[in-house]
Protein backbone atom coordinates (compact mmCIF):
# COMPACT_ATOMS: atom_id res chain seq x y z
CA UNK A 1 0.00 0.00 0.00
CA UNK A 2 1.69 3.10 -1.10
CA UNK A 3 1.64 5.68 1.74
CA UNK A 4 1.87 9.69 0.95
CA UNK A 5 2.48 12.30 3.45
CA UNK A 6 2.22 15.83 2.19
CA UNK A 7 4.09 18.58 4.35
CA UNK A 8 5.04 22.33 3.48
CA UNK A 9 1.75 24.34 3.05
CA UNK A 10 1.19 27.59 4.61
CA UNK A 11 0.12 31.33 4.24
CA UNK A 12 2.08 33.77 1.97
CA UNK A 13 1.70 37.06 0.36
CA UNK A 14 1.40 37.40 -3.65
CA UNK A 15 4.69 37.14 -4.98
CA UNK A 16 6.21 35.05 -2.36
CA UNK A 17 7.50 31.21 -2.25
CA UNK A 18 6.62 27.49 -0.88
CA UNK A 19 7.94 24.59 -1.05
CA UNK A 20 5.80 21.91 -0.74
CA UNK A 21 7.21 18.54 0.61
CA UNK A 22 5.48 14.73 -0.03
CA UNK A 23 7.10 11.42 1.81
CA UNK A 24 6.27 8.52 -0.51
CA UNK A 25 6.94 5.29 1.00
CA UNK A 26 5.25 1.30 0.05
CA UNK A 27 6.17 1.32 -3.36
CA UNK A 28 8.92 -1.14 -5.35
CA UNK A 29 8.11 -1.63 -8.53
CA UNK A 30 10.31 1.21 -11.07
CA UNK A 31 7.64 2.45 -13.62
CA UNK A 32 5.29 5.32 -11.95
CA UNK A 33 4.28 8.92 -12.17
CA UNK A 34 4.02 10.73 -9.26
CA UNK A 35 2.92 14.79 -8.95
CA UNK A 36 0.85 17.60 -7.12
CA UNK A 37 -2.43 18.54 -8.10
CA UNK A 38 -4.94 21.56 -6.31
CA UNK A 39 -8.60 21.70 -5.57
CA UNK A 40 -9.74 25.13 -5.09
CA UNK A 41 -13.04 25.99 -2.98
CA UNK A 42 -16.44 24.77 -5.75
CA UNK A 43 -13.61 23.54 -8.57
CA UNK A 44 -12.55 20.24 -9.71
CA UNK A 45 -9.27 19.29 -8.86
CA UNK A 46 -6.48 20.08 -11.70
CA UNK A 47 -2.91 18.74 -11.96
CA UNK A 48 -0.20 20.69 -11.29
CA UNK A 49 3.05 19.17 -12.09
CA UNK A 50 4.16 15.85 -12.22
CA UNK A 51 7.39 13.82 -12.64
CA UNK A 52 7.91 10.17 -13.77
CA UNK A 53 10.13 7.52 -13.19
CA UNK A 54 12.61 8.35 -16.02
CA UNK A 55 12.59 11.82 -14.71
CA UNK A 56 10.48 12.95 -17.80
CA UNK A 57 7.90 16.54 -16.56
CA UNK A 58 5.05 18.26 -17.15
CA UNK A 59 3.18 21.24 -15.55
CA UNK A 60 0.03 23.13 -15.93
CA UNK A 61 0.10 26.15 -18.03
CA UNK A 62 -0.75 28.08 -15.61
CA UNK A 63 2.57 27.28 -13.44
CA UNK A 64 5.37 27.01 -15.73
CA UNK A 65 8.19 28.87 -14.87
CA UNK A 66 6.92 29.83 -11.46
CA UNK A 67 6.70 26.08 -10.13
CA UNK A 68 9.39 23.22 -10.02
CA UNK A 69 8.99 19.81 -9.29
CA UNK A 70 11.76 17.49 -8.32
CA UNK A 71 12.21 14.41 -6.49
CA UNK A 72 15.40 12.89 -3.88
CA UNK A 73 17.50 10.37 -5.05
CA UNK A 74 16.20 7.85 -3.41
CA UNK A 75 12.81 9.03 -4.94
CA UNK A 76 11.31 8.73 -1.32
CA UNK A 77 10.59 12.79 -1.41
CA UNK A 78 8.46 14.83 -3.86
CA UNK A 79 8.99 18.79 -3.69
CA UNK A 80 7.17 21.33 -4.83
CA UNK A 81 9.12 24.70 -4.76
CA UNK A 82 6.55 27.78 -5.80
CA UNK A 83 7.51 31.09 -6.71
CA UNK A 84 5.78 34.15 -7.71
CA UNK A 85 3.02 32.73 -6.03
CA UNK A 86 -1.02 34.64 -7.19
CA UNK A 87 -4.03 34.32 -5.25
CA UNK A 88 -5.42 31.96 -8.16
CA UNK A 89 -2.64 29.80 -6.42
CA UNK A 90 -4.79 29.27 -3.28
CA UNK A 91 -6.03 25.87 -2.85
CA UNK A 92 -5.74 22.42 -1.14
CA UNK A 93 -2.72 20.85 -2.56
CA UNK A 94 -2.99 17.03 -3.34
CA UNK A 95 0.58 14.56 -3.65
CA UNK A 96 -0.66 11.51 -6.09
CA UNK A 97 0.90 8.22 -7.26
CA UNK A 98 0.29 6.28 -9.95
CA UNK A 99 1.57 3.08 -11.35
CA UNK A 100 2.27 4.39 -15.13
CA UNK A 101 3.95 6.28 -17.17
CA UNK A 102 3.08 8.19 -20.47
CA UNK A 103 4.91 11.13 -22.61
CA UNK A 104 1.63 12.56 -23.01
CA UNK A 105 1.42 15.50 -21.20
CA UNK A 106 -2.43 15.50 -20.76
CA UNK A 107 -2.27 12.00 -19.47
CA UNK A 108 0.41 12.93 -16.86
CA UNK A 109 -1.74 15.73 -15.63
CA UNK A 110 -5.53 13.90 -15.61
CA UNK A 111 -5.77 12.90 -11.76
CA UNK A 112 -8.06 9.57 -12.62
CA UNK A 113 -4.99 8.15 -13.74
CA UNK A 114 -4.09 8.20 -10.04
CA UNK A 115 -4.16 5.70 -7.98
CA UNK A 116 -3.03 7.46 -4.16
CA UNK A 117 -3.45 10.30 -2.74
CA UNK A 118 -2.76 11.96 0.35
CA UNK A 119 -4.14 14.19 2.87
CA UNK A 120 -3.40 17.42 1.01
CA UNK A 121 -1.57 20.63 2.88
CA UNK A 122 -3.77 24.29 2.25
CA UNK A 123 -1.46 26.96 -0.14
CA UNK A 124 -3.13 30.12 0.73
CA UNK A 125 -2.21 32.99 -1.04
CA UNK A 126 -3.32 36.72 0.04
CA UNK A 127 -3.42 39.89 -2.71
Known amino acids: QVQLVESGGGSVQAGGSLRLSCAAS????????MGWFRQAPGKEREGVAV???????AYADSVKGRFTISQDNAKNNLYLQMNSLKPEDTAMYYC?????????????????????WGQGTQVTVSS
Open 96 to 116: AHGRFASSAVWVKLNPRHYNY
Open 51 to 57: IDSDGMT
Open 26 to 33: GYTYSTYS
